[in-house]
């Protein structure tokens, strides 16, 4: 299999330009003769949906909540990435595409990434219309915020909500498009299996989460937009329903996954408090404007109230290492300097698994109710779930897993390797490379689904005939059949364990060998592990109920079962990756100051995986990463 | 950290079918766990011990999606103020409690499973008009629309509205009108909806009342239950704007009629 990336040629600055200029177009007539399908309906699906629909073509669009609007991009709270230079702070196109390349670690295609920093512009124009109510200075100007890895102000946001404000806009344009019957919106409905007929993706398998019927839908394309597998780790800052199943569904049927151990340990999240816990809470990085991290300099002082410990007593130590960047360094670096405090013996909280994030100078400075206006959800947040307030004592946090900059192989079209597939958001591994900066994944699903989709999509489409293939075709019997024969044996196994509790031991193992710190004998260890999980669950797994009503033990069951196998993948991936780059960390391969250690000698590519059949031998495709614009150099936020 | 035991009554119910309570007993819950955290490890048990575990709906568990809808005590999202069920944390019991637990209740929202109800309404209800009709593309340069601060932040009050539906489980009337002028108030707010207002505003309240939500009459219960505590004077708004569009509408039929007349 040759993986070809199809990046237009000329000059970097005008490769998207000319590329649309040389994209296929399809009159208005013909398009209507043309049916796409999108599943997911968060800021990559809902955006790719309603402008695909605005075109004309037919759109059949699916998400598995009760309602679009509920899809996890709801959560994103810190803002969005423009470069619009409204601070007048000396940003740029280029200098947000330098930005996020240096923050990806250099693992990121150049070309993606430039055309996702051209179109930010575009992005907020299209939020600002539909009424997205991005904060404001008193002029009725937008206001802006900055956020990690960047040294100018360039984030737009939406109070803590801006993820919500900006689903709600898509959400808005999707409900038009229904209203108009140009997409017909299939909620409560998960995406089973894909359907690859004759080479060509044509369609998908869905069950129906509230009658249980599972069903085959054709078109003459497909979009995967159905977000990250953070929730592989079981404990993540993710939805409870974000998965991997789709994706990986695809995967087995021939698509490529590439990169699949990059990903994203956020730095300020609620510490893990009992094991009854369900998930974890990101504290946004916006906050890091404001607040100070720190851990006592002496490990006996761990245990004092934080007013006890005197000013000279305590380590700033993101200051310390990062003048320059100081709190606001990078996500991975952020992370991995928490982790080491607390090995260090220097934690703070029960378990010693925690440092502060202090707003007591900020408080000082500005006033509280300055902080409260800006933050005064997350501070309420923190509350409810820890007991107590940050306005008073510092807040503890701890690193959890946040986001995965892994995910289907996609060329500059976003296609896959598989003919007639696309993937937009973070379902794509494309635009972040090893590490993704703060308010970039936003940037990236919105981009990819109002401007990117809408004119590449057109490439694919014009090879094919509207309508060709039905569900007639023998390929749906095929996937039918075998979508229903899973839910068979999930329900037959009547075991005596329940899908959390092999959930929790898989993700157990997944952070504690292929987390923060990843080395050769935890991976291997891993590794022998996870099919012994795996083969385990298919068992003694207990699915209770039936498959003909509404169950969400069963829906659960059939995530899990697939997490069990992409783990496998996932480790795998960090153990042939013998270096350190932004999110993927190999202990063996640091510098003598613990930073990380990369190698383009021998690792600047892409790992995209084949499935063999064989879960133990995926098939790895390298494609190579060249670098024109930004020079390979050692990244250093020092 | 402290273990309860609690005793729950739970509403349990098929589709269409009748529904009844269910005594469930929940010793040791640990008091930092979230609801939804208690609800799991009763489902945990459940299912092991042969019983079918209580559907639930929840998602994003931060207080965001809107997704989760128990009506505890009686209390749409339970006792505390300004929280989801999602966010409402077990330290806010004592052990020994007796707690109810039901769907959220409205002719509108029907039972699908236990405590999960068909909210698709609200979606119909946006479908209506919840939008400014602007393609993808077509849009100004952003600051080009200039908006003021205290009209921005007003518009960000009505928009923080996360479309639970525990306004309509709170009143008396199963009404919607604070979900739906929280909707139609933010755009309405800002100069971006203006063109569309009158016609947005009609079609929002005629599909409400065509989804058999109730009247409102001024309980005020659902401002006191909704999570994101949106204030009731954005009804006022809504009354206001539909008297305006309704005249308009009426004055511009009778202006149409009088043309045709001529
Ligand atoms: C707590 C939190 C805060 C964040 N804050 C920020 C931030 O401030 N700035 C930023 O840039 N990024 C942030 N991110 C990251 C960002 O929110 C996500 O990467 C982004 O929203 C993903 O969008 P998406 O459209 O790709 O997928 P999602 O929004 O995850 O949508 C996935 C869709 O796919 C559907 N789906 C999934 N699987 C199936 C299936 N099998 N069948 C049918 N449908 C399916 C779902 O129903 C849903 O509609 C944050 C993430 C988290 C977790
Ligand atoms: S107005 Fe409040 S209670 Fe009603 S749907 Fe919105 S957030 Fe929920
Ligand atoms: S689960 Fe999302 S608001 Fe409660």
Excluded at chain 1, 30 to 45: D, Q
Excluded at chain 2, 117 to 129: L, Y
Excluded at chain 2, 134 to 161: F, L, Q, S, W, Y
């Amino acid at each position: 299999m040759k993986l070809d990336s199809k990046i237009p040629s000329g000059p970097m600055a005008e490769k998207w330009s000319r590329h649309k200029q040389d994209s296929k177009l399809i009159n208005p007539k013909n398009k209507r003769k043309y049916s796409i399908i999108v599943v997911g309906s968060g800021l990559a699906g809902a955006a790719a949906a309603a402008s695909l629909s605005e075109l004309g073509y037919k759109v059949k669009c699916f998400c598995f909540q009760d309602s679009p609007r509920r899809a996890h991009s709801i959560a994103a709270q810190g803002g969005i990435n423009a470069a619009k230079n409204y601070q007048n702070d000396g940003d740029s196109v280029h200098r947000l595409f330098y930005d996020t390349v240096k923050g990806g670690d250099f693992r990121a295609r150049e070309a993606n990434v430039h055309r996702l920093a051209e179109v930010s512009v575009n992005i907020i124009d299209q939020c600002v219309a539909q009424g997205v109510p991005f904060a404001r200075e008193y002029g009725g100007g937008l206001a802006n915020r900055s956020f990690g890895g960047a040294q100018v102000s360039r984030t737009f946001y939406a109070r803590g909500q801006t993820g919500q404000q900006l689903l709600l806009g898509a959400y808005s344009a999707l409900s038009k498009e229904i209203a108009r019957g140009g997409v017909e919106m299939h909620t409560r409905t998960e995406m089973l299996d894909l359907v690859v007929a004759d080479g060509e993706t044509k369609g998908i398998i869905t069950r129906n989460l509230v009658t249980g019927k599972v069903e085959a839908h054709a078109a003459d394309t497909v979009l995967l937009c159905t977000g990250g597998y953070g929730n592989v780790f079981f404990l993540s800052t993710n939805a409870m329903g974000c998965n991997v199943t789709a994706t990986w569904r695809a995967h087995r049927r021939g698509a490529t996954f590439a990169n699949p151990c990059y990903t994203q340990i956020h730095p300020t999240c609620i510490p893990v408090s009992g094991d009854y816990q369900s998930k974890l809470t990101l504290m946004s990085e916006s906050l890091r404007n404001d607040g100070r991290v720190w851990v006592p300099k002496k490990a006996e002082d761990c245990g004092k109230p934080a007013s006890q410990i005197p000013e000279a007593d305590r380590d700033y130590f993101l200051e310390r290492k990062y003048p320059s960047f100081g709190n606001l360094a990078p996500r991975d670096i952020s992370s991995r300097a928490a982790k080491e405090a607390c090995d260090d013996g220097r934690g703070v909280g029960p378990g010693g698994r925690g440092v502060y994030l202090d707003f007591s100078e900020a408080i000082n400075e500005f006033g509280e109710n300055v902080i409260k206006e800006r933050y005064g959800n997350l501070f309420d947040m923190y509350e409810r779930i820890t007991g107590e307030s940050a306005y008073k004592q510092p807040m503890r946090i701890y690193p959890a897993v946040h986001y995965t900059m892994g995910g289907l192989w996609v060329d500059y079209n976003l296609m896959s390797n598989l003919s007639g597939l696309h993937v937009l958001g973070e379902a794509n591994f494309s635009d972040h490379g090893a590490n993704r900066l703060g308010a970039s994944a936003l940037m990236q699903g919105l981009a990819d689904g109002y401007f990117v989709i809408p004119t590449t999509v057109a490439n694919y489409l014009v090879t094919q005939k509207p309508g060709a293939v039905t569900t007639a075709h023998p390929a749906f019997k095929e996937a039918l059949e075998a979508a229903n024969g899973r839910i068979n044996q999930l329900l037959n196994v009547k075991g005596k364990r329940t899908v959390d509790s092999f959930h929790r031991e898989l993700g157990l193992l997944v952070w504690d060998k292929c987390g923060m710190g990843r080395n050769r004998a935890g991976l291997e260890e891993a590794l022998r592990r996870i099919p012994e999980i795996r083969a385990e669950f298919w068992e003694n797994v207990l699915v209770p109920g039936s498959g003909s009503v509404a169950n969400p033990e069963l829906e659960k069951a059939g995530r899990v079962a697939d997490f069990m196998e992409f783990a496998e993948l996932l480790c795998r991936d960090a153990l042939d990756r013998e270096e350190s780059c932004g999110g993927h960390f190999r202990e063996e391969h640091q510098f003598p100051d613990g930073e990380a250690k990369r190698d383009d000698e021998n690792f600047c590519y892409v790992s995209a995986y084949e499935y063999s059949g064989d879960l133990s031998k995926p098939i790895l495709h390298k494609e190579p990463l060249t670098f024109e614009e930004v020079h390979l150099t050692l990244r250093s936020y020092k | 950290m402290a273990l309860l035991n609690l005793h729950l009554k739970v509403w349990r119910q098929t589709g269409t079918q009748p529904g009844h309570f269910q005594d469930i007993e929940a010793p040791e819950i640990p008091d930092h766990a979230s609801f939804l955290e208690m609800m799991d490890i009763v489902n945990e048990r459940l299912i092991r011990a042969g019983q079918d575990p209580v559907a639930f709906d929840h998602d994003c568990r931060e207080g965001i999606c809107g997704m989760c809808s128990m009506t505890i005590n009686g209390m749409a999202h339970g006792p505390e103020r300004g929280t989801t069920t999602c966010q409402l944390h077990m330290r806010k019991f004592r052990t020994g409690d007796t707690i109810w637990v039901e769907p959220f209740r409205a002719r509108a929202f029907p039972v699908v499973k236990d405590l999960m109800v068909d909210r698709s309404a609200f979606d119909r209800i946006m479908k209506a008009g919840g939008y400014v009709s602007v393609r993808t593309g077509a849009a100004p340069e952003a600051n080009e629309i200039p908006v003021g601060k205290e009209i921005a932040d007003a518009a960000m009050d009505a928009a923080a509205c996360i479309g639970c539906g525990a306004c309509v489980a709170s009143c008396k009337n199963a009404s919607a009108m604070l979900y739906v002028s929280a909707k139609a108030g933010q755009l309405n707010t800002l100069p971006q909806g203006h063109a569309e207002k009158d016609r947005r505003t009609l079609a929002m309240v005629r599909q409400m009342d065509a989804e058999g939500f109730g009247n409102c009459t001024n309980q005020y219960e659902c401002e006191a239950a909704c999570p994101k505590e949106i204030s009731v004077r954005w009804i006022a708004k809504l009354n206001r704007d539909y008297a305006v569009a309704s005249v308009k509408e009426l004055v511009g039929a009778g202006r149409q009629q009088s043309q045709a007349g001529e």
